[in-house]
């Protein structure tokens, strides 16, 4: 009998762990219309209004080049915790601008957070997660595209 309740058991564990659902991941053209959009203007303008919302934004731009249409920033560290263990949490963000054709540039951004634990004991782990939130690049698309009325509007 106690083979069978043995087996039971182990067979039980095997039937749960094929139970846990994870979240689908996204294709890459889910990801795409999440984080690109297009904006009826050039490259230029449409490179410097998105760094400057950016900054808006809080971010520390670490690169930008416009040749390449390639801008990386950085938010502020928040620092956390308790007596044993240390969080360091921010968000990386990147941006590519491309001109698609004359007057029409492609912006596809990028955030993913990041959180670094340390413990007492010298232990640290890094965790960086995609930021998948439409209303995040929504946001952010809404305020580059009012950047770039402005920009056009007082040429």
Same mark, same amino acid.
């Given at each position: 009998?106690?083979?069978?309740?043995?087996?039971?058991?182990?067979?039980?564990?095997?039937? $749960?762990?094929?139970?846990?659902?994870?979240?689908?991941?996204?294709?890459?053209?889910?990801?795409?219309?999440?984080?690109?959009?297009?904006?009826?203007?050039?490259?230029?303008?449409?490179?410097?209004?998105?760094?400057?919302?950016?900054?808006?934004?809080?971010?520390?731009?670490?690169?930008?080049?416009?040749?390449?249409?390639?801008?990386?920033?950085?938010?502020?560290?928040?620092?956390?915790?308790?007596?044993?263990?240390?969080?360091?949490?921010?968000?990386?963000?990147?941006?590519?601008?491309?001109? $698609?054709?004359?007057?029409?540039?492609?912006?596809?951004?990028?955030?993913?957070?990041?959180?670094?634990?340390?413990?007492?004991?010298?232990?640290?782990?890094?965790?960086d997660s995609p930021?998948?939130?439409?209303?995040?690049?929504?946001?952010?698309?809404?305020?580059?595209?009012?950047?770039?009325?402005?920009?056009?509007?007082?040429?």
């Amino acid at each position: 009998m106690s083979k069978t309740l043995s087996f039971l058991t182990v067979f039980s564990c095997i039937l $749960m762990s094929g139970c846990v659902t994870t979240a689908p991941q996204k294709t890459s053209l889910e990801l795409q219309a999440i984080q690109a959009r297009e904006f009826e203007t050039t490259k230029k303008v449409a490179f410097a209004a998105t760094l400057s919302v950016f900054q808006d934004l809080g971010y520390v731009i670490s690169s930008a080049h416009l040749d390449t249409g390639f801008i990386s920033a950085k938010s502020p560290t928040q620092t956390g915790g308790g007596f044993f263990v240390n969080v360091m949490e921010d968000t990386k963000a990147t941006a590519f601008v491309e001109q $698609m054709k004359p007057n029409l540039a492609r912006v596809r951004l990028n955030f993913v957070s990041s959180r670094e634990t340390s413990g007492a004991y010298g232990d640290k782990t890094l965790e960086d997660s995609p930021v998948e939130d439409p209303a995040v690049y929504e946001n952010a698309f809404t305020k580059i595209r009012e950047a770039i009325f402005i920009r056009t509007a007082t040429e």
